[in-house]
Each structure stands twice: as structure tokens, then as C-alpha cells.
């Protein structure tokens, strides 16, 4: 199952007259909070470890990464049993939290994220989720993929 496909998001940065990449910011920024919290599947861990250390260490962005090792698709086999379960449960709502609390991230250019603010609001909604209290967002009068 495919969480997010950065093609998915091209026809609306060909409307906003945006570059295209920016179609995978937002995914590419959930990536590397995964990648940072070793949630990526084993396979990957094992066949990219040097990559993805490179990613962790900001050698490379996520969004480079993201492009050539993952090819814009985004899904389970991407990641390990924990972070699936979190995925499951949450992605969505990341979509529309990000609407709300972090509208540059959505088909913004890579280099403005606040990466560090993201993993923050990120590691509170992971703890929540492992504690059995995730907050999902809800907007009304939108679906979740109408939130920009």
C-alpha cells in the first residue's frame, strides 16, 4: 500500500506554478523524521545504511534521497512493523496538520523547512500514538487531500 506518491501532488504545483520537486516536500520531510527515528524497514536499513547515515547526518537532504533511492513513492514496504503501525494511524492527519501548523512544508521548497520543528511536533504525536492517545487532526467542509 502507497502512504504518498510525490506524483499524486505535481498537477497542483503545475497550478500554482511551482517547481515539481515541491510536490515531494512534504513526504520527503516525514522520510527523514523516519529515517531519523529508525522506523525504515530493515531491507532498506541494511541495502542503504551508508545513504541513509548520510541522511541522518545532513550530508544529504531527504529530499535528494527521496528522489533517487525511493523514486517518489512512499509506503509500507518503506518501513519496519512500528512504523507502519504510527503510519497507519497517522498519516492522514499529518497531511492536515501540516495544513494547519506548517503550511510552508506543503509544497514548499526543501531548504525553507523548519526540520527541527516538524520532528518535535512529530516525536509528540509518535509518543502519543505509543501511548494510546493520538490526537488526529479534523478540519471540517475538506478532505484531507483539499487541505492546500
Given at each position: ?28 520531510a ?11 524497514a ?5 541495502e542503504?545504511?551508508e ?44 497531511l ?53
Amino acid at each position: 500500500m502507497s502512504y504518498d506518491r510525490a506524483d499524486w501532488h505535481t498537477d497542483t504545483c503545475a497550478e500554482k506554478s511551482l517547481p515539481e520537486e515541491n510536490a515531494a516536500t512534504h513526504i520527503a520531510a516525514y522520510v527523514r523524521w523516519c529515517i531519523q527515528r529508525n522506523l525504515i524497514a530493515e531491507e532498506f536499513a541494511k541495502e542503504d545504511s551508508e545513504v541513509l547515515e548520510q541522511v541522518r547526518k545532513g550530508e544529504l537532504s531527504a529530499a535528494t534521497y527521496f528522489d533517487e533511492y525511493m523514486d517518489w513513492k512512499f509506503g509500507e514496504w518503506n518501513l519496519n512493523d512500528v512504523g507502519n503501525q504510527f503510519t497507519s494511524a497517522y498519516y492522514e492527519s499529518y497531511l492536515a496538520d501540516l495544513g494547519i501548523f506548517f503550511p510552508n512544508v506543503v509544497y514548499g521548497e526543501w531548504e525553507s523547512i523548519d526540520f527541527d520543528r516538524l520532528a518535535s511536533f512529530l516525536d509528540v504525536k509518535f509518543n502519543e500514538f505509543k501511548n494510546g492517545n493520538l490526537k488526529i487532526a479534523t478540519r471540517k467542509g475538506k478532505s484531507w487531500w483539499k487541505f492546500w
